[in-house]
């Protein structure tokens, strides 16, 4: 028997509240690369809703996993499009620095909960471990990789050579050592998060790059 399903999935307020988080974040993203990009409204509900769904519906496909989750809690699809609506008078008084600077954050911080309540996700579905890994990483980057594409830019994780995938990966490693030695799931994936975040952060701040 695989040593990490006797994880259970957490359907519960704690794990729904971590999508959450993870969406948001990814969906201001978006928002914040589509107003660079001067889209209509339109195009910015599109940019922030594949920016904060594109990874978990990929990663519920593979997974076999029906509803996808955005199905599952379409009011967390209503709360994109509220925010597609109220943030570009927001977001208009913005400097383009610090518009960059907050797209950096947010990135982050849906890099970090995407990756690794995914990885959760995918352990608790018993998934082997370094497909669960990988599961967590996929969650994590496509959200942004479609949000680069539908903006007409290469994808940041193809043209920026500073660890990206990499802290998710690191981490979600991270995360199945805190669930093999009983963690509970919410406190794991919480911590995993963390250090992703803290990781791509420090990466970015100390300018780490990966070897050509």
Request: charged share 10%.
């Given at each position: 028997?695989?040593?990490?399903q006797?994880?259970?999935?957490?359907?519960?307020a704690?794990?729904?509240?971590?999508?959450f988080?993870?969406?948001?974040?990814?969906?201001?993203s978006?928002?914040?690369?589509?107003?660079?990009?001067?889209?209509?409204?339109?195009?910015?509900f599109?940019?922030?809703?594949?920016?904060?769904?594109?990874?978990g519906?990929?990663r519920?496909?593979?997974?076999?996993?029906?509803?996808?989750?955005?199905?599952a809690h379409?009011?967390?699809?209503?709360?994109?499009?509220?925010?597609?609506?109220?943030?570009?008078?927001v977001?208009?008084?913005g400097?383009?620095?610090v518009s960059a600077?907050?797209?950096?954050?947010?990135?982050?911080?849906?890099?970090?909960?995407?990756?690794?309540?995914?990885?959760?996700?995918?352990?608790?579905?018993?998934?082997?471990?370094?497909?669960?890994?990988?599961m967590?990483?996929?969650?994590a980057?496509?959200?942004?990789?479609?949000?680069?594409?539908?903006c007409?830019e290469?994808?940041?994780?193809?043209?920026?050579?500073?660890?990206?995938?990499?802290?998710?990966?690191?981490?979600?490693?991270l995360?199945?050592?805190?669930?093999?030695?009983?963690?509970a799931?919410?406190?794991?994936?919480a911590?995993?998060?963390?250090?992703?975040?803290?990781?791509?952060?420090?990466?970015?701040?100390?300018?780490?790059?990966?070897?050509?």
């Open positions: 028997m695989n040593a990490f006797g994880v259970q999935v957490n359907a519960g704690i794990y729904t509240a971590f999508e988080a993870a969406v948001f974040a990814s969906a201001i978006g928002l914040i690369e589509a107003r660079q990009r001067k889209l209509d409204a339109v195009g910015t599109v940019v922030a809703f594949l920016t904060a769904f594109g990874g519906t990929l519920d496909v593979l997974l076999d996993r029906r509803p996808f989750y955005w199905v379409e009011w967390m699809v209503w709360a994109v499009f509220a925010l597609a609506l109220a943030a570009p008078p977001l208009r008084f400097s383009a620095l600077r907050a797209l950096i954050v947010f990135d982050a911080i849906g890099l970090g909960i995407f990756s690794a309540a995914g990885t959760q996700l995918a352990v608790a579905m018993g998934m082997p471990p370094f497909t669960s890994v990988m967590g990483v996929i969650t980057v496509c959200g942004g990789l479609l949000r680069d594409i539908l007409n290469i994808p940041m994780i193809l043209r920026d050579s500073r660890p990206y995938a990499t802290c998710a990966f690191v981490g979600n490693w995360l199945l050592g805190l669930l093999a030695l009983d963690v799931g919410s406190a794991a994936v911590l995993a998060a963390i250090v992703i975040f803290v990781l791509r952060m420090l990466t970015l701040r100390l300018n780490v790059v990966l070897p050509r």
